[in-house]
């Protein structure tokens, strides 16, 4: 049926993270296109939009606290980019600085990185890397010949790459390259809610290496016209900005925490610590799992139960800007990545003026280190003073560089991380078909579908295109 003339549709969005920020954004799109009088109210727990998101510019320097960069593989963040009028703003990485390293027994290793090179030549490099020992070598090797086995129940990350590759390549190779991503623990961490993408490679070729060497020309020659990384010359803030420009008439609350949802005849209301908000026909939650749950206490206790299993982690992001000449030969490629069978107290580091353009002035030289999650979490116990310590003489220990910086800054993201632990999957699928029985009530956001960027965009506007159909019939 469809909506009666004249009729007003009010909807809450709570969270204004960029998956409560895509949501908003594509239901404004569909009651534009739809002929939709729709009332739209966002929440915002914080005095600021963005989530996760957050651009600063100190002295000519862009610092991204959070996210840094979109990736491209999956495309979604940079249609979004392209709809809000962000296209010529979008800036590839430098391939003149392209690589990556990894710590591994007391000094940085170049791997290759990227799609400029052939899956022969990575595999190659990765083996002369001295990343791994020569009996790991082999151990890694085994996976073209081992069988391809039926898998019908999900793993950790460590017991597939494990028995695919072994033990040390899981520890020397994986763990780092996750880091960065989840600062999280590969013997937790579900391998079909994270890199479904191996599980599948197993599934259709038997084994990971010769999907690799058998994966499309185009896609092992470096055809790609966009990086697998882009950002936004201003910043990630920019996406934020731009999005919030369209949202129209849109009531935004910043600093209003909603503290439970509550099922009425007409639809829902919002109890905030500002007051109730009544006669909402649709409601979006686009908030951690944690607070998910916690709204969701009285109405739906199951699912508010299964939410609270969702693990989350605590990180930080330490900035370092210098004078380029003060280091005594500009660090190579993009930055290092730091296995945690090192035993070193960072996961890793940034070189952001050679991932990116626009990031700093002149001789700047501006430097990024991430701490915290499952794999240093107990460094989260330091004051600010205490982390930009830590990350210094970890710099100079693993990266050789003992200047004074112009200035740090450190940003600290409590329990913003969460963990997608084996059995995911079907926790959120049984929350989905649970939460089913409270139609207009929809729930998105990094905790449930996906973690980046491009993901994020996508559930949050999927989300409001469901929500939308609900109303329209």
Known sequence: MAQRQGEVKRVAVVGGGIAGLAAGYELAVQARERGFNLSLDLFESSGRLGGAILTERVDDYVLDAGPDAVLTLKPWGLELCREIGLEDEIIPTQDEHRGVALYSRGRLRSLPYGTGSSAVRKIRAYMASGVVSWPAKLRMAADLVLPRGVQKYDESMADFFGRRLGREAVERIVDPLIAGIYSGDPDKLSIYSTFPRFPQMVAKRRSILLSLLRAP???????????????????????????VERLGGTQIHLSTPATAVVKTDSGYSLETHAGRHNGYAGLILATPAWTT???????????????????????ATV???????????????????????????????TWITNKFAHRSPGDGFLARCFIGGDRTGEEMRADDDGLVRICREELRDIAGIT???LFTRVYRWKDSGPQYDVGHASLIGEVDAALAEH?????????FRGIGIPDCVYDGRETARRLIQFLAN
């Open 319 to 349: 900035f370092f800007a210098y004078r380029a000449s003060d280091l005594g030969g500009r660090p190579r490629g993009f930055g290092f990545l730091v296995p945690a069978c090192e035993g070193r107290r960072i996961n890793g580091a």
């Open 217 to 243: 020309q185009s896609a092992r020659s470096g055809t790609r016209t966009l990086p697998i990384f882009c950002s936004l010359r201003g910043g990630l803030g920019r996406m934020v900005e731009a999005i």
């Open 293 to 315: 749950a916690r709204l969701l206490g009285d109405l739906a206790p199951g699912p508010a139960d299964k939410l609270k299993s969702i693990r989350y982690v605590s990180s």
């Open 439 to 447: 139609p207009g009530l929809e729930v998105t956001g990094a905790g």
């Open 403 to 405: 200047a004074q910086p």
